[in-house]
């Protein structure tokens, strides 16, 4: 099991890289400056009718389930550069807030760049989502022992493991695959029902779509409240997934 599953890794690692190839190639290296990353994240830019990311995402940008906002701490830095240039582009759709387009096409290239690297900058840090309060405020909160199994191992014949693609209990495979691992509830749970119907429809190859369409609304309530609680690393199992691979390319100015 441990094998296969190190294989699939292995191999959607050959394909991020093709597909991020673009992103950042091992010729190309990309200046991205912490300082003015933090400066925006804190602050905004009024110049530009930017507000500051840090009153929708937390000041340590884990988000928050009250406002259905992810975190972006330490969750990738190619995959947010991505994501930031998808809304500014209109290839994704913020259906919750309705404003991170707008925010993403009124910062510049280097900006976004500059975001992704203070995002990934920070020291590991863990931030559950609050389940029980999601469930006394009536959200219908999954069972997060079902939801581990769904992740782990998916359901022979019918759901892929989301560990196959996003790694040991979801805590990401840098460059394509984002760390899930202690993402927010209430922002996991509307991923997987906008991948489901395609209204979020960004994904490399439709990857992410064609495992939603397999979910039941119960498999994405409990694998939501097992990831949403998910520890990235387990002592001593020698790894300590820190999503800087790309990073290598960026010559990080603080
Ligand atoms: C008004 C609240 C608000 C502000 C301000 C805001 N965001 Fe967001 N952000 C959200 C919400 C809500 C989502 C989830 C949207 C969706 O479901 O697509 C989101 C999603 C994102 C994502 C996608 C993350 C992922 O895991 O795919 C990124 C990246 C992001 N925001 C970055 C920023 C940055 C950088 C700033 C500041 C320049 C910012 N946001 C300011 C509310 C906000
Ligand atoms: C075949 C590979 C693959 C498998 C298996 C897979 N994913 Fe993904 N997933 C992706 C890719 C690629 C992305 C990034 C899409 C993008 O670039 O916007 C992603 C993104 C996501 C996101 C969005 C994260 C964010 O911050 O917005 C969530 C949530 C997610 N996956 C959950 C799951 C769950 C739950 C499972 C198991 C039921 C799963 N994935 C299985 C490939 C996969």
């Given at each position: 099991m441990r094998k296969l599953s190190n294989l699939a890794i292995v191999f959607c690692g050959a394909v991020a890289m093709l597909v991020f190839s673009g992103v950042s190639s091992a010729e190309e290296t990309v200046t991205a400056n912490v300082a003015n990353g933090k400066n925006i994240f804190e602050n905004g830019k009024a110049d530009a009718g930017v507000p500051a990311c840090s009153t929708c995402h937390g000041e340590k940008a884990m988000g928050m389930d009250a406002m259905g906002s992810p975190r972006l701490a330490n969750v990738g830095y190619a995959y947010i550069v991505k994501q930031l240039t998808d809304y500014a582009d209109g290839k994704r759709n913020d259906l919750t807030m309705q404003q991170m387009n707008g925010i993403a096409k009124a910062l510049s290239v280097q900006d976004r760049r500059d975001l992704a690297a203070y995002e990934n900058s920070f020291p590991r840090n863990d931030e559950p989502s609050d389940l029980k309060s999601l469930k006394a405020e009536g959200k219908a909160v999954g069972d997060t022992a079902l939801g581990q199994a769904l992740v782990r191992y998916g359901d022979k014949g019918r759901v892929s493991a989301c560990m196959s693609c996003h790694g040991f209990n979801g805590r990401g495979a840098d460059p394509m695959y984002p760390k899930i691992a202690q993402q927010k509830y209430v922002y996991l749970v509307n991923q997987l029902t906008h991948w489901r119907d395609s209204s979020r429809a960004n994904d490399p190859m439709s990857q992410m779509q064609k495992i939603a369409k397999t979910l039941t609304d119960a498999d994405i309530n409990n694998a939501a409240a097992f990831l949403s609680q998910?520890?990235?690393?387990?002592?001593?199992?020698?790894?300590?997934?820190?999503?800087?691979?790309?990073?290598?390319?960026v010559k990080i100015v603080k």
């Open positions: 998910a520890s990235d690393s387990t002592p001593g199992d020698g790894m300590e997934i820190d999503n800087q691979t790309t990073m290598k390319n």
